[in-house]
């Protein structure tokens, strides 16, 4: 078979052959250079896009973390006295104290009973209108007042009991609390009676209230922000002890949810799942 002429009758694909012609894969890679350079930036780019995907995607499974606001101050206390009409005026006369509203049995008892009838589940016990006492609740001029004031307080006649009323730093950003099970031995909770609730589960529950119907946003509160609270909440211990251990916090999912019963929804939905310590409303 006759060859063209010039040709020595072997094709050209390999780096070799005559030094004076260029191979044709060379001629080709030199001609189509662009074309190359822009098939390469789209496998990169897809690459990129896959990885990113995934990214984003682990990323919208996590809850958002605690809003960036300032700790309310804690101004709040409350008074339960028995008989003795002279318990609002003692109080107001104490230093520190700004103002006092009397709040009576039976205005308690219609409140109890509001929310009885909206959520009956929640309750394990019918209420009982001899069970309230006349209450105070007060408002402090400063919180660094509180212990003074409660001091002065216990030796009033017919005082029951008194305690801050802590102001809610989720009251306004959040509606339903979820609460997660810890470390101690005696709660009552799914699967995690004697440790805390792991990662698995977390995620499970929170995958779960990113199903509910009207859910806008998820937040977590871990121990750290818990324990930071509950030292502004209560700067003189709780129950006569100074120091706040954090086995005394738990870790919680807040959400916001746009619709009136939003809360009987996350109950339904996750209240017996494992690793749900307690669900409640955010006041």
């Known amino acids: 078979m006759d060859t063209p002429e010039g040709s020595s009758g072997t094709e050209e694909l390999s780096f070799g052959g005559d030094p004076d012609r260029e191979p044709r894969l060379r001629r080709w890679v030199t001609a ?14 897809l690459a990129l896009a896959g990885g990113g995907g995934t990214y984003l995607y682990l990323q919208s499974r996590k809850p958002l973390p605690p809003p960036d606001a300032a700790l ?29 509203k009397v709040v009576g049995k039976e205005e308690q008892y219609r409140e109890a009973l509001k929310a009885y009838e909206e959520d009956p589940e929640a309750h394990t016990k019918p209420l009982d209108r001899t069970h309230f006492s006349d209450r105070l609740d007060g408002t402090l ?3 660094a007042d509180y212990p003074a004031v409660e001091a002065r307080l216990r030796h009033v006649p017919g005082v029951l009991d008194v305690r801050r009323e802590i102001t809610d730093f989720w009251s306004g950003k959040a509606d339903v609390s979820v609460y997660l099970c810890g470390a101690g031995p005696g709660e009552l909770c799914t699967s995690f009676r004697t440790g805390p609730i792991a990662e698995q589960p977390k995620q499970a529950i929170l995958d779960r209230l990113r199903g509910i119907d009207g859910v806008e946003k998820i937040y977590f509160e871990d121990k750290a922000f818990a324990l930071k609270l509950m030292k502004r909440y209560f700067p003189e211990g709780v129950d006569g002890d100074t120091g706040i251990p954090s086995s005394a916090v738990r870790e919680s999912f807040r959400l916001r949810i746009g619709r009136p019963d939003g809360y009987k929804l996350v109950r339904q939905a996750v209240d017996t799942m494992p690793g749900v310590l307690e669900v409640t409303r955010v006041e």
Do not use: C, K, N, T
């Open 141 to 143: 001029r400063r919180s």
């Open 72 to 100: 309310p101050e804690q101004l709040r206390f409350r008074v339960y006295f028995g008989h003795g009409g002279e318990v609002p005026d003692a109080v107001r006369a104490i230093p520190g104290v700004a103002s006092v």
């Open 32 to 45: 189509h250079r662009r074309l190359l350079a822009v098939g390469a930036a789209i496998v990169v780019a």
